[in-house]
């Protein structure tokens, strides 16, 4: 049995203060993690005083990104030392926002991938394709080329802590969110993959979200899905109350 993810990417839409407030508000009202696992990925100079208001509730914080070296002449950059140091252990890797804007490559996302795990970082790697590569028919097989690349050198054991985001980019922050089945359908390729590379055991532990779009409204069709474990929500995550209608939808 896999427990229900639910994570929040707020991006830079989320002051520090609006944060602080955000953690006020939610961390009495979160699920037990048994149930549904629950979390938001803030702006980095917000973690820390997150982190320490969530305190020992059920609320993970997580970073947006991080670097895949340790340390070194990286101005702006985050390290997993540095998270780790605050206590963060969720990271979100390989967004298409950072694949997009800030040139991400899938080796990057690789290193990262690595990084993240050696310090004990649960990571997203999140992977989907673009509206060409849909339109095109390409959308299975890039998926599977994100993923594999993403995985190369990642031990089996590893790959269990790993969590799939299936995030088909002209679904992000557009409204018009995948259809279930087709989202689904995703996810089937992505355990698939991960069962002829790593054997079944990985692949009935790997949770798979799907983001692109969700609301509390349509949370539901896609959690209906057996392999669709949880979700990734940009803009729905924000607000306290579709939050938690997110995390009472999911359990
Ligand atoms: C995201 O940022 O990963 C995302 C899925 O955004 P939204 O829910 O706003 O589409």
């Not at 991400?104 to 970082?121: F, P, S, Y």
């Not at 993959?193 to 790593?198: D, F, K, P, R």
Request: with cysteine; aromatic share 6%; net charge negative.
């Amino acid at each position: 049995m896999r427990t229900p993810f639910i994570a929040g990417n707020w991006k830079m839409n989320v002051t520090d203060k609006e944060a602080l407030a955000f953690v006020d508000a939610v961390k009495d009202r979160i699920p037990s993690s048994e149930e549904v696992e629950s979390a938001v990925c803030a702006q980095a100079l917000s973690l820390k005083g997150m982190q320490e208001k969530a305190g020992n509730t059920d609320l993970r914080i997580g970073a947006q990104n991080m670097h895949e070296e340790d340390h070194g002449a990286f101005t702006g950059e985050i390290s997993a030392q540095a998270l780790t140091s605050i206590g963060i252990d969720l990271v979100i890797i390989g967004h298409s926002e950072r694949r997009e804007m800030f040139n991400e490559t899938d080796e990057r996302v690789n290193r990262k991938l690595h990084a993240a795990l050696a310090h004990g970082i649960m990571p997203i790697v999140c992977i989907g394709e673009n509206v060409d590569d849909r339109d095109a028919g390409r959308a299975t097989g890039v998926v599977r080329e994100q993923l594999e690349q993403a995985l190369q050198g990642v031990e089996a054991e590893q790959v269990k802590g790993c969590v799939f985001a299936y995030e088909p980019v002209w679904a992000i922050g557009t409204g018009k969110s995948s259809h279930p089945e087709e989202a689904g359908e995703m996810a089937r390729t992505i355990r698939a993959y991960v069962h002829e590379a790593y054997g079944q055991s990985a692949a009935e532990a790997v949770r798979i979200q799907y983001g692109g779009s969700v609301k509390p409204e349509n949370i539901g069709d896609y959690m209906a899905d057996n392999d669709i474990d949880g979700a990734l929500v940009g803009g729905a995550s924000i607000k306290v109350d579709s939050f938690l209608a997110l995390l009472e939808a999911a359990q």
